[in-house]
């Protein structure tokens, strides 16, 4: 019991201590969003902005509201799982580790500076659409990835690849898994009901915004401009954003597709999502290759993104998340009763202390030039009672267990 509390409050130190770093008030480009529904017409994006306008008067208290609680409830439900997971098996040292390198990453760190976004909101609708397709609600879980899809295209790379991994996993009969199975009849008919509207919305959506989507952009611009806390170069930038044509990003921004994937210093920034790939490898390597080769593709779908959009560090982020998404159906799938705190090496106990250290103190990449709040000092002072309870656990399983 001492165990898993001393594990409960070492995610929540953590946690904490990533969210201080950058946490601040809906920056004019969240709070833009926000305020964009459909009185001009059908427009992608539309739906948070139009369900926040049935409840809320569009100001900047309201907006702050709503984004708050929004993201505590994303940050609550990451919690609870990671408590339902630490509950079933607090001594699985490889779990210990994913938990306390993910709450250090970058996710939490630029979750918590991009309050407001809708990748909250996607996030949220994910976890639920997962949860659904547990429990067999198929059906169900496509129309809240319709949804999800109208309240920001995003969900494409963020929801359908990760629930598609998880649909496939509730499909396996035991734990080995081969690519044969795929071309179950079962499954793929439950891969058609689930895939099916969203792929005509996102069609749909793709083809409105090819063709009309341009007719909008004096509209919201003055609209924008006349809420009183929307500038003008942001109300230009957001309603050019939600207005442009797709294959103008693509065509774009793919150009930079490789330069964005390796050469560009987010990617240092990423080399953790390695190592946690490799954690969720070693603890998981009985499922076979196969299942694991899937875990990766919908891990780094994410990534896709760099081929129409701009905010590399924003997207590296994303595959922490996702990552945790799929960790948690492999868990909840897998229930490992097998104690491998004694299996886990020494050397990959340095990696992972040397792994958190290099979340902890690196300066993140912020938006409107802003810097992480605590200065270098600070926050090798507030890393010191993680890595002692990290440490603490190691050496005294036996006694706290």
């Not at 001393?6 to 601040?24: D, N, P």
């Not at 509207?197 to 006349?226: C, D, H, R, T, W």
């Not at 044509?245 to 793919?254: D, G, I, M």
Request: hydrophobic share 55%; proline share 3%; aromatic share 20%.
């Amino acid at each position: 019991m001492k165990g898993k509390v001393l594990l409960a409050l070492l995610y929540f130190y953590a946690l904490i201590f990533s969210v201080l770093k950058t946490i601040r008030f809906p920056n004019e480009w969240s709070e833009a969003h926000w305020l964009i529904d459909y009185r001009f017409g059908f427009i992608k994006r539309g739906l948070a902005g139009q369900i926040f306008g049935f409840f809320f008067q569009k100001n900047e208290f309201n907006i702050l509201l709503v984004s708050a609680v929004i993201l505590l409830i994303l940050y609550g439900c990451i919690y609870f799982i990671v408590l339902k997971q630490t509950n079933n098996l607090s001594q699985n040292i490889y779990r210990v580790v994913f938990y306390l390198v993910f709450f250090l990453s970058q996710y939490i760190v630029l979750s918590a500076h991009i309050i407001g976004y809708f990748d909250h909101i996607v996030f949220l609708l994910t976890i639920l659409i997962i949860y659904l397709i547990r429990k067999n609600l198929i059906f169900l879980s496509s129309i809240l990835v319709c949804i999800s899809l109208l309240i920001h295209e995003i969900s494409f790379f963020l929801t359908i690849p990760i629930s598609l991994f998880a649909l496939i996993v509730a499909a396996m009969s035991n734990e080995k898994f081969s690519f044969n199975e795929v071309f179950n009849l079962q499954l793929l008919k439950k891969s058609i009901l689930f895939l099916g509207l969203p792929a005509v919305l996102m069609f749909f959506l793709s083809y409105y915004q090819e063709i009309y989507g341009k007719e909008n952009y004096l509209s919201l611009f003055n609209y924008l401009k006349a809420s009183g806390f929307i500038k003008k170069d942001i109300a230009d930038l957001v309603a050019t954003s939600y207005t442009e044509k797709f294959t103008y990003y693509l065509e774009t921004e793919s150009k930079s597709f490789v330069i964005k994937m390796i050469y560009h210093k987010s990617f240092a920034f990423s080399l953790p999502i390695l190592f946690l790939l490799f954690i969720v490898y070693k603890e998981y390597q009985r499922i076979g290759l196969p299942l694991f080769f899937l875990f990766i593709i919908a891990v780094l779908s994410p990534l896709l993104l760099h081929f129409v959009a701009w905010d590399t560090y924003r997207i590296w982020a994303f595959p922490y998340m996702t990552m945790f998404l799929g960790y948690w159906i492999l868990n909840v799938k897998f229930k490992n009763s097998t104690d491998q705190f004694e299996q886990f090496p020494v050397v990959l106990m340095i990696i992972s202390a040397l792994v958190m250290v290099f979340l902890a103190i690196t300066q993140p990449d912020l938006f409107d030039f802003e810097v992480a709040r605590f200065s270098l000092i600070e926050r090798i002072l507030m890393l010191i009672p993680i890595l002692a309870g990290f440490g603490y656990y190691i050496k005294a399983p036996k006694k706290i267990f």
